[in-house]
C-alpha cells in the first residue's frame, strides 16, 4: 500500500476499527505539508464500554527529541492507527520492520499532538493481540524493542531515557502477573532478572517526574507481588 500510494500523507484505519465523523475536520489544518506527524487520541472500544485515552489535556507542537522521549517513556502509543504520517518519512524504510515507527519519529522535525479522541480502537478477544498463546513471546518482545529504541536514538544523537526499557520490563512483569501465564523453567528466569531490574531501579522510577502515575503504581504493586489482586483497579 505505502510503495502503491500518491498521496502526501498516509493514515491508517485498521480492518475492524472505526474512526469519528469528525476525524478529518480535526486533522485537515495540519495537512498542511509542512507537519511530518499528526498524533491523536483514540478511543478503546470494549463489547459494554468505550474508554477515551487522552495523551495530554491540550494540543501540543513536538521537538523531535521531545517526541522520540515520550514514545521511549510509553507514554505516546507506538500503534500506526493513531497518527498520520508524511509519506516521504517513509522512504527507504521498512515498514515491515518493528523499529519502522522509532526511525520515522527520528526523521520527523515537526510533530503536532491534536486533543481529540478520534479513532475507535475495537478489542476483540479472538485478535492476534489478545492470542494468549502468543502474549508471553509478544511481552518480550516489548523489551527487546524498548532496547533497539534506545539504541536506534542514542546513535543517532536523540538522548532519549534509559529508564524507558526499565518500565517496558514493569508492563512485562506487570502483564504475567495480571494474565496468570504459566511460566516454564527458561522464562521463570526470564521473570526473576527483570523483576531483580525493578527492584534496583525503583526509586528512580518513583522520583521521575515524567513517569505517569500508573506506570508508578503498576512498578510498586509489581514489586510487592500483589498485582494479581487488584490488577483490575487500573
Known amino acids: ?4 500510494s500518491h498521496g502526501q500523507y498516509i493514515a ?25 506527524i499528526i498524533y491523536y487520541d483514540m478511543n478503546i472500544v470494549f463489547p459494554n464500554k468505550i474508554i477515551k485515552k ?22 505516546i502509543a507506538s500503534h500506526l492507527c493513531s497518527k498520520i504520517i508524511k509519506r516521504t518519512l517513509w522512504n527507504q524504510i521498512n515498514f515491515n520492520n518493528k523499529l519502522s ?10 510533530i503536532i499532538y491534536v486533543h481529540e479522541a478520534i479513532y475507535y480502537y475495537v478489542q476483540r478477544n479472538d485478535s492476534i493481540v489478545n492470542d494468549r498463546n502468543n502474549m508471553y513471546q509478544n511481552l518480550l518482545c516489548g523489551i527487546y524493542l524498548a532496547k533497539q529504541r534506545y539504541e536506534y536514538c542514542m546513535a543517532n544523537n536523540i538522548e532519549v531515557p534509559y529508564i524507558g526499557v526499565i518500565l517496558s520490563m514493569v508492563t512485562f512483569l506487570w502483564l504475567v502477573d ?5 511460566l516454564a523453567r527458561a522464562e521463570i528466569k526470564q521473570y526473576k532478572f ?20 500508573k506506570k508508578k503504581i503498576q ?15 487500573l
Do not use: P
Not at 102 to 108: D, L, N, S, T
Not at 178 to 182: A, E, G, M, T, V
Not at 194 to 212: A, G
Open 1 to 4: 500500500g505505502l510503495k502503491m
Open 194 to 213: 527483570y523483576f531483580d531490574v525493578l527492584k534496583r531501579n525503583i526509586l528512580e522510577i518513583l522520583f521521575n517526574k515524567k513517569i505517569t502515575l
Open 101 to 110: 515507527y522509532c526511525k520515522i519519529a527520528v526523521k520527523a522535525k515537526q
Open 12 to 36: 491508517w484505519i485498521d480492518s475492524d476499527d472505526y474512526i469519528s465523523e469528525r476525524w478529518f475536520s480535526n486533522v485537515v489544518t495540519y495537512l498542511d505539508g509542512e507537519t511530518d
Open 178 to 182: 495480571k494474565n496468570k501465564l504459566k
Open 54 to 75: 487522552h495523551y495530554k489535556h491540550k494540543c501540543i507542537l513536538f521537538t523531535t527529541e521531545e517526541f522520540c522521549n515520550e514514545l521511549m517513556l510509553g507514554n
Open 219 to 233: 512498578a510498586v504493586l509489581v514489586l510487592f507481588r500483589v498485582s494479581k489482586i487488584i490488577s483490575m483497579l
